[in-house]
């Protein structure tokens, strides 16, 4: 360990390993804890400070390669002898980055566990990731991951033909994951997904029924043989609800007697306990069932006798059917809206039936309403024309020519 004045010259010109030895450190005489490594393997040599964490170890921390002017180093090593004055570790500080888990051992260990008892779409949340974020994020330590990196991600997201949407979702996503790895201390940096802009392209399909439509689908859900999927259908259609609020329903959220169906907390997608009001149509589907006092599920699958779990196959083929093979089961949310709106019923009338917790989501059926709204501005036409209308007795003379 030859105590030296390191100088430039000595550094450039000088500075070798000795022969018979694989490495040797140079230790410089005017500054304490400042010494250059050279090893017998690299041409290239590095500096280092040498110091004492608050434990009283021995540290190493790098400061550079050689290639770095003596002056800069020198500079570099009296800022970390400062910091180290004050209570820091940087070697410390350098293993702890080092130890963050990565995002696929958060993802998997931490994110997913924590979000499956609190979040109903978290099989969609482990879909994402598997198919596209895992390979890119997968292998990089939490601390690792860029605010450039996920923008990059995002925009070959979208050159990869997903919807703008889609790609949205796989950011908020990733954000999510790392406001999470922040609050439990795993990660202490800035989120570097936070205010990524998002595409937000509006991706509203609606899709509604014309009348000779609307008899066309009401003619095969009334004639086909699979009688129990037509009867989950004409109850969507007549109360307005989501496909898994039918599939879970059970006799005990049904009261007939006051025309009602309270959807539980456990069901209800505002996470509330929702009053759904049963009109005829909705009463009628009821009274066709033959599960009622044999069944807790108010929809059942009499070969297997357990509750549906998914109808989209039989919806295919019902849509095809009907000759309306874009129509969506969730169109027919969409489609009882318009019912109630083109009544005549008030937007809050409508957010409340259908559950919506934020009244803009019901804006959506604003442009509905166009019928009804002509109809209360021609009530005002009709008061000014029958206002125009002056009695004979009343008309001014005429004057003689």
Same mark, same amino acid.
């Given at each position: ?15 070798? %390993? ?9 230790? *410089? ?50 800022? &970390? ?19 963050? !888990? ?9 994110? !997913? ?30 601390? @690792? !991951?860029?605010?450039?990196?996920? @923008? ?14 889609? %790609? ?33 392209? =509006? ?20 004639? *086909? ?29 049904? *009261? ?39 069944? =807790? ?42 019912? &109630? ?9 409508? @957010? ?37 209308? !002056? ?11």
């Amino acid at each position: 360990m030859p105590i030296v004045k390191l100088s430039q010259s000595f550094i450039d010109h000088e500075m070798k %390993c000795p022969e018979g030895k694989s490495r040797v450190e140079y230790c *410089d005489i005017d500054h304490p804890g400042l010494y250059v490594l050279a090893s017998a393997a690299s041409n290239i040599a590095s500096y280092y400070l040498r110091y004492k964490n608050g434990n009283g170890k021995t540290c190493h921390q790098k400061i550079g390669r050689t290639t770095l002017p003596l002056a800069d180093a020198i500079k570099r090593f009296k800022e &970390l002898k400062a910091e180290i004055t004050l209570g820091a570790d940087p070697r410390g500080a350098e293993k702890a980055r080092k130890e963050v !888990i990565t995002f696929a051992a958060f993802f998997e260990n931490n994110y !997913i566990p924590y979000v499956k008892p609190r979040k109903r779409s978290w099989e969609r949340d482990n879909e994402l990731y598997r198919l596209r974020i895992k390979k890119v994020f997968g292998d990089r330590r939490l601390n @690792q !991951i860029t605010r450039q990196q996920i @923008q990059s991600f995002h925009t070959e997201l979208l050159k990869e033909g997903l919807a703008p949407a889609t %790609c949205d979702h796989h950011i908020k996503l990733i954000k999510h994951a790392l406001f999470l790895a922040i609050d439990w201390g795993l990660l202490t940096e800035k989120n570097p997904a936070a205010r990524i802009p998002l595409f937000n392209r =509006d991706n509203k399909v609606e899709h509604y029924l014309d009348d000779a439509q609307l008899e066309n689908l009401l003619a095969v859900l009334r004639t *086909d043989d699979n009688r129990a999927i037509c009867q989950i259908t004409l109850f969507m259609l007549s109360t307005g609800c989501r496909l898994n609020e039918a599939l879970s329903a059970t006799w005990s959220q049904i *009261d007939k007697s006051n025309r009602v169906w309270r959807i539980p907390a456990l069901n209800s997608k505002s996470k509330r306990v929702r009053s759904v009001p049963l009109n005829d149509s909705a009463l009628d589907v009821l009274e066709q069932l033959d599960t009622e006092g044999k069944f =807790d599920s108010v929809f059942l699958n009499v070969k297997t006798e357990q509750a549906y779990t998914t109808i989209h196959k039989v919806w295919h083929r019902l849509r095809g059917k009907a000759g309306l093979p874009h129509l969506r089961l969730h169109d027919l949310r969409h489609q009882y809206a318009s019912f &109630l709106v083109n009544s005549g019923r008030t937007l809050y009338e409508v @957010q409340q039936i259908l559950g919506h917790s934020n009244p803009i989501v019901t804006q959506r059926y604003a442009h509905l309403s166009s019928k009804s709204l002509q109809a209360a501005a021609n009530s005002a036409s009709l008061l000014i024309k029958a206002a125009s209308v !002056i009695p004979a007795t009343e008309r001014p003379a005429k004057v003689p020519a």
